[in-house]
Nanobody, 122 residues
């Protein structure tokens, strides 16, 4: 199933931008269903954005128009461009895969990354 490697978190002021990246260490030739979640202190983990094997993208209402999810050179890498960041975006951001499609075969499983911290100050 491989591991998820995340990077790109940091601290910015409100209105700033950050770009998160996530790569899967195995099966770069396959199409991976991937998503970003976040968890703020004292709150439950919530969905932020996702891209499936067909490159269909989805967003939480709270980030629509500000965040953009995209693929890298392969479908084993994705990015989350976060613009116009707000203090309420402060959280640990986790990458997750829901599985992959390799040719006509589809494999379903869930793997989480370690998380990367995003802090937005007002």
């Amino acid at each position: 199933r491989g591991e998820l490697v995340e990077s790109g978190g940091g601290s910015v002021q409100a209105g700033g931008s950050l770009r998160l990246s996530c790569s899967i260490t195995t099966y770069p030739e396959c199409e991976h269903d991937m998503a970003w979640y976040r968890q703020a202190p004292g709150k439950e983990r919530e969905f932020v954005s996702g891209v499936d094997e067909d490159d269909t993208t989805t967003y939480a209402n709270s980030v629509k128009g500000r965040f953009t999810i995209s693929r890298g050179n392969t479908k084993a890498t994705m990015y989350l461009q976060m613009n116009n960041l707000k203090p309420e975006d402060t959280a640990m951001y986790f990458c997750r895969t829901n599985g992959r499609r390799c040719g006509s075969a589809r494999f379903r499983y869930v793997v989480w990354g370690q998380g990367t911290q995003v802090t937005v100050s007002s």
